[in-house]
């Protein structure tokens, strides 16, 4: 099946730095989402971005659905900006999310 | 609200008894999706429906779990005799479209469940 490997496993940043979190995919999809999954369990969509970049405030993405890999970009850090993210692919032709393996974010004061 | 709903928000068990764990997704989504979050863990893909049709059970992991949509709106997943291997946040989802095509899913907040 495919596979979804995310990097850093763990990060640890001051307020005001910036990063970029990575999502490598084994095989071609046609839906990708990075989700915040925040203290409390809720998991918060950031991006729905199969392909191409996108910005919201701090935070942007890019998927480079050819070369199997998206990245979420963070300025600015927030200590709001603590918790898991994940990236979350389906396969052309399926609608199973399949879950990368997180990445643990925490931003200190 | 405009967001995906779950009930309870937590739920204790003991060994044994039956749990039914209830979802309201956005009003209009056609798509239902169940995931199983263990501690640590990403979501794992447990089932789909898209109105009241389940088409897709393959992740559900024993004949002791069961979902229902009867009316394409509102869906129940079931546990049976409940193991304490069955503990989890038990998520769902819901998306507007036909899921091949564009389907950016919207997460409840889960169901924590603990079994003793």
């Known amino acids: 099946g495919i596979q979804v490997e995310q990097s850093p496993p763990d990060l640890i940043l001051q307020e005001g730095a910036n990063s970029t979190l990575r999502c490598n995919f084994s095989d071609s999809v046609n839906n990708l989402q990075w989700f915040h999954q925040n203290p409390w369990g809720q998991l918060i969509n950031l991006f729905y971005?199969?392909?191409g970049t996108k910005q919201n405030g701090r935070l942007s993405a890019t998927t480079v659905a050819t070369e199997r890999y998206s990245l979420l970009y963070i300025s600015s850090s927030q200590t709001t900006d603590s918790g898991v993210y994940f990236c979350a692919v389906a396969l052309s032709g399926t609608y199973k999310y399949i879950f990368g393996t997180g990445t643990r974010l925490k931003v200190l004061a | 609200g405009a967001g995906v709903s779950q009930s309870p928000r937590y739920k204790v068990a003991k060994r044994g008894q039956d749990v039914a764990l209830r979802c309201d997704p956005i009003s209009g989504h056609v798509s239902l999706f169940w995931y199983q979050q263990a501690l640590g863990q990403g979501p794992e893909f447990l089932t789909y429906f898209q109105n009241e049709a389940q088409l897709d059970k393959s992740g559900l992991p024993s004949d002791r779990f069961f979902a229902e949509r009867p009316e394409g709106s509102v869906s129940t997943l079931k546990i049976q005799r409940t193991q304490q291997e069955d503990s989890a946040v038990y998520l769902c989802a819901s998306s507007f479209s036909h899921p091949y095509a564009y389907n950016e899913q919207f997460f409840g907040p889960g169901t924590r469940l603990t079994v003793l």
């Open positions: 971005i199969p392909s």
